[in-house]
T-cell receptor
Framework: GAVVSQHPSWVICKSGTSVKIECRSLDFQATTMFWYRQFPKQSLMLMATSNEGSKATYEQGVEKDKFLINHASLTLSTLTVTSAHPEDSSFYIC????????????FGEGSRLTVL | SQKIEQNSEALNIQEGKTATLTCNYTNYSPAYLQWYRQDPGRGPVFLLLIRENEKEKRKERLKVTFDTTLKQSLFHITASQPADSATYLCALGDGGTSYGKLTFGQGTILTVHP
């Protein structure tokens, strides 16, 4: 099936720094990708919808200036956590829809961010 | 606001038995419902999708039902195996241009004992 790859799979950074997470669709083109956040023992919460060639659509309560999303090509979306703080520590997961496969969504393996 | 509840945080069963997980929702009329499996530290893996006009879907040992009147989905794993142990998430979504935006339940941790 389709593959969605995330990089890095884990990252540790100091408070105040920015971290970029990449989400790639390896064998299909994704005009739309989705970014989720998952805190320990909690479910996935949709943060934003990433649209190729246009601005991302953020969910209510998600700071667009803190979580910068760029979808510059049909196979790559990036999430940059700016000026990270310990409360931003979480598991970030992207997903994409393969237009060749009806209904199914493909998720990346996730990126574990720890902010010290 | 939309609310999704999975019946229990954890479910323990014996190998060979059927596991039944429940997903209830309120204040929502989804176009489809999906079930995912998530292993610790990994992203969710798609299992089954069922649309609002479908009552039941099967895939190998998996079966999903969808009752839009009761606003409930049941997820069954027959002849369960220890390898089925994982967290199972239900997710609801809208159709049209919002396809792919999912609202997830909190998950049920299934443990199958040998």
């Amino acid at each position: 099936g389709a593959v969605v790859s995330q990089h890095p799979s884990w990252v540790i950074c100091k408070s105040g720094t920015s971290v970029k997470i990449e989400c790639r669709s390896l064998d299909f083109q994704a005009t739309t990708m989705f970014w989720y956040r998952q805190f320990p023992k909690q479910s996935l919460m949709l943060m934003a919808t990433s649209n190729e060639g246009s601005k991302a659509t953020y969910e209510q309560g998600v700071e667009k200036d803190k979580f910068l999303i760029n979808h510059a090509s049909l196979t790559l979306s990036t999430l940059t956590v700016t000026s990270a703080h310990p409360e931003d520590s979480s598991f970030y997961i992207c997903s994409a829809r393969d237009p060749r496969v009806a209904g199914e969504l493909f998720f990346g393996e996730g990126s574990r961010l720890t902010v010290l | 606001s939309q609310k999704i509840e999975q019946n229990s945080e954890a479910l323990n069963i014996q190998e060979g038995k059927t596991a039944t997980l429940t997903c209830n929702y309120t204040n929502y009329s989804p176009a489809y419902l999906q079930w995912y499996r998530q292993d610790p530290g990994r992203g969710p893996v798609f299992l089954l999708l069922i649309r609002e006009n479908e009552k039941e879907k099967r895939k190998e040992r998996l079966k999903v039902t969808f009752d839009t009147t009761l606003k409930q989905s049941l997820f069954h794993i027959t002849a369960s195996q220890p390898a089925d142990s994982a967290t199972y998430l239900c997710a609801l979504g809208d159709g049209g241009t919002s396809y792919g935006k999912l609202t997830f339940g909190q998950g049920t941790i299934l443990t199958v004992h040998p």
